[in-house]
């Protein structure tokens, strides 16, 4: 056979992204450094040190596709092969394809030094000098680097890694722009890389990076924030992203303990707790075609959450788990079926396995009704707000009222609200109301309001107006309490600085939470918050997120599906870990002889701490 001799694999890569040799024919030998045939059906090849051109712009590696290697079955990482084949570009990626006469000329073979890399990286193009070659990839300074996305851990066996902490939303921080809000998108981009499992292989059998190099399992997890001192593996072009491609655990550090409780410091010395809990699509009925469930208005919907009574029972003792665990006196829920308040509603349902995990508890739910005792539908979503309590500590005072009008008429969740009274041993009997809420997302899009680009995302205008028709709403006093001392909590979709929260604000509310309740694409910030009125924030004694869900890799929820047996068994179990998406507000109220916080002030200001991810 008349093969092409042997060129030097940075002859055909260059110093560009794109090879000057497609469609050559060359033969190349050099060490083999990642067998990927079972995951990514070909292996990596770097050249010996001693044959490196020390051309700092041109690669030493190269990806041979090798689909069916049924003749070259013997091939290992560490042996030094020599094969043919025709260079190619395959999205963004040069190799070596249609390979033939491929030998093992040494096997065991030193593997080539491990280039290093440093984050952050303002231009990503300028990897293409290192594709395809063994990597060592840390942080600026010398700082670890950081998860900040697992959301593929499971379906791809892949996980983004960062530098300086955790990525943060724009608005999480500032206050939204246009221009501003590009330049940090391109921060961000610059100071992550994803870490892969080497392979394309949907929903892994074994999901490789969890803690300490070890498997991902329910008691060994692995949380936004933990820790990698140096991503080591081959640097990759694949999906239209740089990745590192590693078929090993890596020793991932807990530096984001998993919180048993809320944390009682940042609360405070509290008479009363109050969360806000969403529950992730909470409903009895299954989600299976002709199982709708019918609003108390009349409106039909399908069934969201679980799809199987497995599921379902899984996740209800996950979130039992978590609202008992909470300490919580009086709970807001948001993502729970509107269904009504029937014996067999969802409400009802959580009530009732709440007391059977802890009958002392005694949880109670609230049931809006009118003047004449019909029950109010609280709007006509498929999901709704709800509320619950411990009757030992609070009492219900008059009724509670609901408003789906307006700007709550559809997208926006319609708000609840009830007056409560302490169940003070002295009988002092402090009144307080609580607002529950649930705003429209940024995902769908309603009345044309797609993103301006500014950071707020889709829908902003409408979040606005809920915030504004929330604040005066409950101005006008609508359980007729007679009392001003107001708590605002919920799933308000914004960011700390978008405009929803800074109109609640402009009506004198103070938000108490600080920190994060929710990943989306890598990036930390709350959407969930809790407010104050003017007059209850000298009864604020402080205020945390607890973070039990967004920290947490989705594998480890309730679902079973994409799951094998073991998988079923191994990634879940009864805490409340994962029990949804998003973590609880928790506030606590206290009166006797508590410290009382600046009615101007903000959450700072105030001396009110949350918990706080580690943001640039």
């Not at 239209?240 to 303990?257: E, K, T, V, Y």
């Not at 994409?562 to 029990?579: E, G, T, V």
């Amino acid at each position: 056979m008349d093969l092409p001799p042997v060129a030097l694999i940075s002859t055909l890569q260059g110093s560009g992204m794109q090879s000057a040799m497609v469609g050559e024919r060359v033969s190349v030998e050099a060490i083999v450094t990642l067998d990927a045939r079972a995951g990514l059906d070909g292996f990596f090849l770097q050249e010996e040190d001693t044959d490196s051109d020390g051309d700092a712009t041109t690669s030493e590696g190269l990806f041979v596709y090798l689909p069916d290697d049924t003749d070259f079955a013997d091939v290992t990482t560490g042996d030094r092969v020599r094969l043919s084949g025709s260079v190619e570009e395959f999205r963004g990626k040069t190799q070596l394809g249609d390979i033939e006469a491929l030998a093992v000329t040494g096997r065991r073979q030193p593997l080539p030094t491990a280039a290093g890399i440093s984050l952050p990286i303002d231009d990503k193009s300028h990897l293409a000098a290192f594709e395809s070659m063994r990597v060592q990839v840390g942080g600026m300074d010398g700082m670890p680097l950081s998860v900040t996305d697992t959301f593929e851990l499971a379906r791809y066996g892949s996980v983004t890694l960062s530098t300086g902490g955790r990525l943060a939303p724009f608005t999480q921080q500032h206050a939204p722009h246009r221009a501003r809000y590009q330049r940090w998108l391109d921060r961000l981009a610059s100071r992550s890389i994803i870490l892969d499992d080497a392979s394309s292989a949907r929903y892994p059998q074994q999901i490789q990076y969890g803690r300490g190099g070890d498997a991902l399992a329910a008691d060994n997890t692995l949380r936004g924030g933990d820790t990698l001192e140096i991503a080591t593996g081959v640097l990759d072009f694949a999906f239209q992203q740089w990745r590192i491609q590693n078929d090993g655990g890596l020793d991932f550090q807990p530096a984001n303990p998993r919180p048993a409780q809320p944390d009682a410091e940042a609360l405070g010395d509290a008479d009363l707790r109050i969360a806000s809990f969403n529950l992730l699509n909470y409903f009895t009925t299954l989600d299976r075609a002709g199982n709708e469930i019918t609003t108390p208005s009349g409106y039909q919907h399908t069934p969201r959450g679980a799809n199987s009574a497995r599921e379902l029972a899984r996740q209800q003792r996950k979130l039992v788990a978590a609202i008992n665990a909470s300490g919580a006196d009086i709970v807001g829920l948001n993502e729970i079926a509107n269904d009504g308040y029937g014996d067999s509603s969802a409400i009802a349902t959580l009530v009732a396995a709440l007391n059977g995990a802890a009958p002392e508890a005694d949880w109670r739910y609230i049931t809006p009704r009118d003047a004449e005792g019909a029950v109010i539908s609280p709007g006509n979503d498929a999901i709704a707000v709800g509320l619950i309590y411990r009757a030992a500590s609070v009492t219900p005072v008059g009724s509670a009222a609901v408003n789906s009008s307006g700007a709550f008429a559809t997208a926006n969740r319609a708000p609840l609200v009830q007056s409560f009274r302490y169940n003070d041993p002295t009988g002092s009997g402090e009144v307080f109301s609580v607002a529950v809420n649930h705003f429209k997302s940024k995902g769908s899009v309603v009345n044309g309001e797609t993103a301006i680009g500014d950071g707020q995302g889709n829908n902003n205008p409408t979040r606005v107006e809920a915030a504004q028709q929330l604040a005066d709403w409950l101005a006008s006093d609508p359980t007729h309490s007679g009392d001003s001392d107001v708590l605002i909590i919920g799933d308000l979709n914004s960011y700390a600085m978008e405009d929803p929260i800074t109109t609640l604000q402009a009506e004198g509310y103070t938000l108490l939470d600080d920190g994060y309740s929710w990943r989306y694409n890598g990036q930390w910030g709350s959407l969930d918050h809790a407010l104050a009125s003017p007059s209850l924030l000298g009864q604020v004694t402080g205020a945390t997120i607890w973070h039990i869900n967004a920290d947490e890799p989705v594998a480890l929820d309730y679902n079973t599906e994409n799951k094998s047996d073991r998988q079923i068994k191994a990634l879940y179990d009864d805490s409340p870990y994962r029990a949804s998406d998003h973590d609880p507000v928790v506030v606590g109220l206290g009166w006797d002889a508590k410290p009382t916080l600046a009615p101007e002030g903000s959450a700072e200001e105030s001396g009110i701490s949350g918990a706080k991810c580690i943001f640039p």
